[in-house]
């Protein structure tokens, strides 16, 4: 007998998957019962509700460059041939300048960055050879995702990325259904008594 024939043998009929999954799903009423999870326990969980974003990524003003958060106003006329001279400090404040990397959090006071490269520092000298204009080089409040908006609809199944989105919006908990519940009903009596293990 070919494989295919050991594995049919004994069924006269068989239904593909497909066909099978569709049968079972037009028996089944959905319950409609949702929770509130946190999103620890959220994995893989079904979304019961849109998922909005509670805040903005980001929810700062951040540096979108390496380089010194100034106030654009006291680099204005700076070139090779005449450069700005700046303080650099703990603080922005005027002609005072602080050091950022890509990512951070504009300081308070700061409305630019001057990349690194147009700039030379000796102590807390800082010689800026690039003026800036106001906003420039910095990543608006909500530029990546705006307070409200719509990240996932009701429906979707719950990825570990789709998580750490959630999370980095502010939100700590979701909507989603319960899990439906399964009961087996075994009928007949054809069944196997376990094989007792010989090593115990």
Do not use: C
């Not at 024939?5 to 049968?23: K, V």
């Not at 106003?73 to 404040?93: H, I, M, N, W």
């Not at 906003?135 to 990240?151: F, M, R, Y």
Request: charged share 30%.
């Amino acid at each position: 007998m070919s494989d295919e024939g050991r594995r049919t043998h004994g069924f006269r009929r068989r239904t593909p998957l497909g066909a099978a999954r569709e049968r079972l799903l037009e028996q089944v009423t959905p319950h409609g019962r949702t929770e509130r999870v946190r999103l620890r326990d959220a994995d893989e969980r079904i979304l019961a509700t849109d998922a909005v974003a509670e805040r903005p990524v980001p929810h700062y003003r951040r540096a979108a460059m390496d380089g010194y958060a100034v106030r654009a106003e006291d680099t204005f006329g700076a070139s090779d041939r005449s450069p700005a001279q700046l303080r650099v400090g703990e603080t922005v404040g005027p002609e005072t300048a602080t050091r950022v990397h890509t990512g951070s959090e504009l300081p308070e006071g700061a409305d630019a960055v001057v990349m690194v490269e147009e700039t030379e520092t000796r102590g807390e000298s800082l010689t800026v050879f690039d003026a800036v204009a106001g906003g420039e080089n910095v990543a608006p409040v909500g530029e990546d995702v705006e307070a409200g908006e719509a990240l996932y609809e009701a429906g979707h199944r719950l990825r570990p990325s789709d998580l750490g989105l959630l999370k980095s919006v502010g939100n700590e908990a979701v909507e989603v259904y319960e899990r439906p519940r399964a009961s087996v009903v075994p009928t007949g009596e054809s069944w196997s008594r376990p094989t007792p293990n010989p090593a115990r």
